[in-house]
Each structure stands twice: as C-alpha cells, then as structure tokens.
C-alpha cells in the first residue's frame, strides 16, 4: 500500500512545478514542437512515470500498472466511440447519403453561419445529453467536413460549441458522480449548475459565430443566434431546477433545434455566408487533406431522398440514445459485462488529506462493460444503418477494416492520452496541481472554478474531474466559508471549458475531420476561447459568491 504525497519537494512551489511536468511536456510537444500527437502523448507518458516513481515517490511497477490502466480506459470506451462513428460517415459518405444531407441542411440554410448552429451547437448538444464522452465532436465534426468547413474551422468550432451542454452530458453523469462524491443532494447541484450555465448557453452561440465569421459576420445573424441561445438556456434552467440532471440536454437540444428550424422559415439573412474557412485567419488547412480514394460504385443521388439521407442519423440518435438510458444499462450489462481488479493498484493507493476528508483506498477496476458503452450502440447503429442503405455484411466488414486502419494513430494517441491521465491521478500529480488552487484565499471562487477547467483539462471529462476535484472544493469552500454547493457546482461549470483543449477530445476532432497530425493546430486555435470562457465563468461564480448571493437559492 502507497500513500500519496503532495509536497514530496518540501516546497510545495517545486512540487507544483513539477508535477505540472508531464502536462506541459504535452502541451509543449503539441503546440510548439509539432510532434505528432502519438508520439507527443507517448513521451508525456515517459516522463510522468518518471516524475511520478523518483519525485513522489510511487513504485515504479505501479506508476507503469496506472498507465496501462489509463491505456485500457482510452481504447474503451473512448477509442471505441470514434472508431465507430467514423465507420458510420465513412458508410453515408461512400455511397452518397451524405452528399444528400448536405444539400438537405443547405435546403433549411446557405448561410454557412446557421449551419454551424444547427449542426455544431444544436445536433451537437443532443448528442452531448445522450451519451457524451467524445460522441458530439466526433459527429459534428464528421457533419461539418462533409459540408464543406475546412479542417480547422470543423475541428475548432465542433470543440467550441461542446461546451454548455457538458455538464449535463451523458444523461447528467458529471453532476451525479458530482453527487456521489461530495454528499451534497443531487437536486441542490443540479439547480446551482443550472443558475450558472444557462448565461453561457446564451453566450457560446454568440462567441461560436463571431469565432467563425467575425463581429460583423456574427452581427448579421443575431436573431438567429438569440433564438437558438434562449431557446437553449431557458429549457436548461427550468429543466435542471425543477426535474433534475438527466434529461437537460436532450430536452434543451431538441427546443434549440427546433426553435431555430422555424425560425429559419420565416427570418433569412440578408447576405448569405458561403464562405467555410476562418475569418480573419491564414486558414488554409483544407490544403492538408488528402482526398480517399473514391469507390468504384457511382451513387445515383437522385435515387436518395431526403429522409433517406437523414435515416442513418435517426437511427444513431435513438440507438445513442437508448444506450445512454440507465435502465439499458443496467439490463445489458446483466448479459455480461467483465471487471477486472488490477492487482498492485487496486485499493493499493491511498488519497490523504486534505485532497480527501479522510484517508480512502483508490479502486482500480477495469470495468469492460462493452456491450452498454456508447460506442457498441454507435456501431449496432452503424450496422443496421448500412443493411438498410444496401451494404452486404462482406462489405460492411471490408469498410470496418478500412476505418480501422484510417484512425489506428489516434487511437494509440487517445490511448496514450488516457495514460497520462490516469497516471497523475492516481500518482497524486493532479492533486497537488489542485491544491495549489486552494491555496487562493479570497480569489478561489475564480481559482476553483479554474480548477474544474483544469481537471477536464487534464482528465478528458467532466465527471472524471468531478470525480477527482468535487470533495477538494467541498472541503476548501468549508474551510473559507463558501457554500460547499457552489464550488462544487463551479468546478463542474468550469469544466466545461476545459473541454475544448483537453487532448483526448483534440484527437477525436482530428480524427472525425481527417485532419491527422494537426492536433497542435486545433489546440493552438481553440486555447484563448477555452481560457477566455472559463475566466468568464469565474467572474460570474465570485459574484455569486460575494455580491449576489440569492442566486445560491435553490428552488425545490
């Protein structure tokens, strides 16, 4: 058994810095050393084991046990879900459904400005409220390639957009392992994250378009974006105060979407946006992308109808949809469903105080419950949809082949990622990263709020930083005299904006927009808005902390 420690330098300062090693390496080989993102993650991975066994001091077998561990939960169910969904376009694209779709979207719009609403925003959310993890930037940035967005606007903006929805993704899992973590009722932290984020479901449709097109490009469409940021934000408040985490998303998704179809049959702008690359930057990434060798078939695309070419997306949504739903899972995973305890690590580490109320053995337990991930409900919709678009298996199985081999580098990079992850997890690197956030004094409500963006950062999801941050911002905001429930809640809100540049949702951008390689790119465009909205955040829990308080009031 290992006890965690958090200053093993005897100087917490130096024992920040160095644990924040391997997370800089990464971001470093990324963005100005333009690795490619495997190998970048690789070495990352290097040097945290070494941080980690001759810094603090972990055994060196367990630092390697932690990392695999990291690599197993980064092939499933994250690898998983990008595999699949990539298998899925590549199937509507080969035979010319999405060319269809295409057309079909531009048919409600030719402004490409409400386009990347419709499709980044609003689509993208739904899928963020069904099953999250990865799914909405996966699909998105497929949707928005194919119509046409350069690499790095689809890649970027596919990232920018998946922000406000997080929190409630996945069917509200952050907000209960939130829950489960601090012991503060599940219905105090939905209400409170719902009296935070609704601002920002207004502002990110506004920040998504003025990103892509410019002031003067966003100022075009305003009523557009009015409508789909209200139509967002109300259902999110009313939602997550008066019903709970579960159904935010969907519910907010599905008035967002159809709020702004209607709208758009009445309200066109005047000047039409055709233009798919950034403003106002160099952006010439569609140079980058080497076109895939065409199928021998020519689809007749008179043949495909409309609701032909939106089928398979249907049918992912539901199939998402009923896989994201607790009660599939529980019933699916009583079929069979596989855990492993990883001997040497689980309940091998203890997290001491003041990380922890008191001392606790991690688990570490593989779960492989592959049959309810995500990821499976993606491909048995994948599956389904080709035999209805006409595919035999034998040629099902020669596509899934081919995808396969399209993505195996990022693979091995959100493996890798994932690695790191669980490395400083379970090392303690990200704890004292935490509690050099604690140590704030009167500034934590920006600081906590920082460090929820931080734990997404580094974790790739917002439960996970959940999970790792909850009971430290409980525990500080006790000792400061802040309510528990709003730094909990700010550490969830916070994260969200972590999202955007946390590596593993880079890779599944790359990946889902056939941009390999560029990933230093993405996380270059996308870095000022991710740290620019959490600071917005933070700003707006310090007025919630000391100059407003009755927004802490939470209605039952």
Request: glycine share 10%; proline share 5%; with cysteine.
């Given at each position: 058994?290992?006890?965690?420690?958090?200053?093993?330098?005897?100087?917490?300062?130096?024992?920040?810095?160095?644990?924040?090693?391997?997370?800089?390496?990464?971001?470093?080989?990324?963005?100005?050393?333009?690795?490619?993102?495997?190998?970048?993650?690789?070495?990352?991975?290097?040097?945290?084991?070494?941080?980690?066994?001759?810094?603090?001091?972990?055994?060196?077998?367990?630092?390697?046990?932690?990392?695999?561990?990291?690599?197993?939960?980064?092939?499933?169910?994250?690898?998983?879900?990008?595999?699949?969904?990539?298998?899925?376009?590549?199937?509507?694209?080969?035979?010319?459904?999405?060319?269809?779709?295409?057309?079909?979207?531009?048919?409600?719009?030719?402004?490409?400005?409400?386009?990347?609403?419709?499709?980044?925003?609003?689509?993208?959310?739904?899928?963020?409220?069904?099953?999250?993890?990865?799914?909405?930037?996966?699909?998105?940035?497929?949707?928005l390639i194919g119509l046409g967005f350069s690499p790095?606007?689809?890649?970027?903006?596919?990232?920018?957009?998946?922000?406000?929805?997080?929190?409630?993704?996945?069917?509200?899992?952050?907000?209960?392992?939130?829950?489960?973590?601090?012991?503060?009722?599940?219905?105090?932290?939905?209400?409170?994250?719902?009296?935070?984020?609704?601002?920002?479901?207004?502002?990110?449709?506004?920040?998504?378009?003025?990103?892509?097109?410019?002031?003067?490009?966003?100022?075009?469409?305003?009523?557009?974006?009015?409508?789909?940021?209200?139509s967002f934000a109300i259902p999110q408040f009313v939602?997550?105060?008066?019903?709970?985490?579960?159904?935010?998303?969907?519910?907010?998704?599905?008035?967002?979407?159809?709020?702004?179809?209607?709208?758009?049959?009445?309200?066109?702008?005047?000047?039409?946006?055709?233009?798919?690359?950034?403003?106002?930057?160099?952006?010439?990434?569609?140079?980058?992308?080497?076109?895939?060798?065409?199928?021998?078939?020519?689809?007749?695309?008179?043949?495909?109808?409309?609701?032909?070419?939106?089928?398979?997306?249907?049918?992912?949504?539901?199939?998402?949809?009923?896989?994201?739903?607790?009660?599939?899972?529980?019933?699916?995973?009583?079929?069979?469903?596989?855990?492993?305890?990883?001997?040497?690590?689980?309940?091998?580490?203890?997290?001491?105080?003041?990380?922890?109320?008191?001392?606790?053995?991690?688990?570490?337990?593989?779960?492989?419950?592959?049959?309810?991930?995500?990821?499976?409900?993606?491909?048995?919709?994948?599956?389904?949809?080709?035999?209805?678009?006409?595919?035999?298996?034998?040629?099902?199985?020669?596509?899934?082949?081919?995808?396969?081999?399209?993505?195996?580098?990022?693979?091995?990079?959100?493996?890798?990622?994932?690695?790191?992850?669980?490395?400083?997890?379970?090392?303690?690197?990200?704890?004292?990263?935490?509690?050099?956030?604690?140590?704030?004094?009167?500034?934590?409500?920006?600081?906590?709020?920082?460090?929820?963006?931080?734990?997404?950062?580094?974790?790739?999801?917002?439960?996970?930083?959940?999970?790792?941050?909850?009971?430290?911002?409980?525990?500080?905001?006790?000792?400061?005299?802040?309510?528990?429930?709003?730094?909990?809640?700010?550490?969830?809100?916070?994260?969200?904006?972590?999202?955007?540049?946390?590596?593993?949702?880079?890779?599944?951008?790359?990946?889902?927009?056939?941009?390999?390689?560029?990933?230093?790119?993405?996380?270059?465009?996308?870095?000022?808005?991710?740290?620019?909205?959490?600071?917005?955040?933070?700003?707006?829990?310090?007025?919630?902390?000391?100059?407003?308080?009755f927004t802490l009031m939470v209605v039952k």
């Amino acid at each position: 058994m290992w006890q965690q420690i958090y200053d093993p330098l005897n100087s917490f300062g130096f024992s920040t810095i160095a644990a924040g090693i391997p997370v800089a390496v990464l971001l470093a080989a990324l963005a100005f050393f333009h690795m490619k993102a495997h190998l970048a993650a690789g070495l990352a991975l290097v040097v945290g084991i070494v941080i980690a066994a001759f810094v603090f001091g972990m055994p060196v077998a367990m630092a390697g046990k932690a990392a695999g561990y990291g690599i197993a939960a980064g092939l499933f169910p994250i690898g998983w879900i990008v595999l699949n969904i990539i298998f899925l376009h590549r199937l509507t694209t080969l035979n010319g459904y999405f060319k269809v779709l295409q057309n079909s979207i531009s048919g409600i719009t030719e402004d490409r400005r409400l386009q990347l609403l419709l499709v980044a925003f609003c689509f993208g959310a739904f899928f963020e409220g069904a099953a999250g993890f990865g799914t909405p930037v996966a699909v998105t940035g497929a949707i928005l390639i194919g119509l046409g967005f350069s690499p790095l606007a689809a890649s970027g903006l596919a990232l920018i957009a998946n922000t406000a929805p997080v929190a409630y993704g996945a069917l509200g899992a952050p907000v209960i392992a939130l829950s489960a973590v601090t012991g503060i009722d599940l219905l105090d932290l939905s209400s409170m994250i719902g009296r935070q984020l609704p601002f920002f479901s207004v502002l990110v449709p506004f920040w998504l378009i003025w990103a892509f097109a410019g002031f003067r490009g966003m100022r075009e469409i305003w009523p557009a974006i009015l409508v789909a940021g209200v139509s967002f934000a109300i259902p999110q408040f009313v939602v997550s105060n008066y019903h709970g985490p579960w159904l935010v998303d969907v519910i907010a998704a599905i008035v967002s979407m159809g709020s702004l179809t209607l709208f758009l049959k009445v309200w066109q702008p005047k000047k039409i946006w055709t233009s798919t690359a950034l403003r106002n930057r160099n952006d010439n990434s569609k140079d980058d992308i080497k076109p895939e060798p065409e199928s021998e078939e020519k689809p007749v695309l008179a043949s495909i109808s409309v609701a032909k070419s939106w089928m398979p997306w249907v049918i992912l949504s539901v199939f998402v949809f009923i896989w994201g739903t607790p009660f599939f899972k529980k019933a699916i995973d009583a079929i069979w469903s596989w855990k492993y305890a990883i001997p040497g690590l689980d309940k091998m580490v203890m997290k001491m105080p003041p990380v922890a109320k008191e001392p606790f053995l991690e688990g570490a337990v593989f779960n492989f419950n592959v049959l309810s991930m995500a990821g499976t409900g993606i491909l048995v919709s994948a599956i389904v949809a080709g035999v209805l678009m006409g595919y035999s298996f034998k040629r099902l199985l020669q596509e899934y082949w081919q995808t396969i081999k399209l993505v195996r580098y990022s693979l091995l990079t959100i493996c890798a990622m994932f690695g790191v992850g669980y490395l400083t997890k379970y090392s303690g690197l990200d704890a004292t990263l935490g509690l050099a956030f604690a140590h704030t004094g009167v500034f934590y409500p920006m600081f906590g709020t920082l460090l929820g963006w931080l734990g997404v950062a580094l974790t790739g999801s917002d439960t996970a930083a959940n999970v790792l941050f909850g009971s430290l911002q409980k525990t500080t905001a006790e000792q400061l005299g802040l309510p528990p429930v709003l730094m909990a809640s700010a550490n969830s809100s916070g994260g969200v904006m972590g999202k955007m540049i946390d590596a593993q949702s880079i890779v599944v951008a790359s990946t889902a927009t056939k941009w390999y390689g560029h990933e230093g790119d993405i996380l270059r465009y996308v870095f000022f808005h991710s740290i620019a909205l959490a600071i917005l955040v933070g700003f707006l829990v310090t007025l919630q902390a000391y100059v407003i308080p009755f927004t802490l009031m939470v209605v039952k």
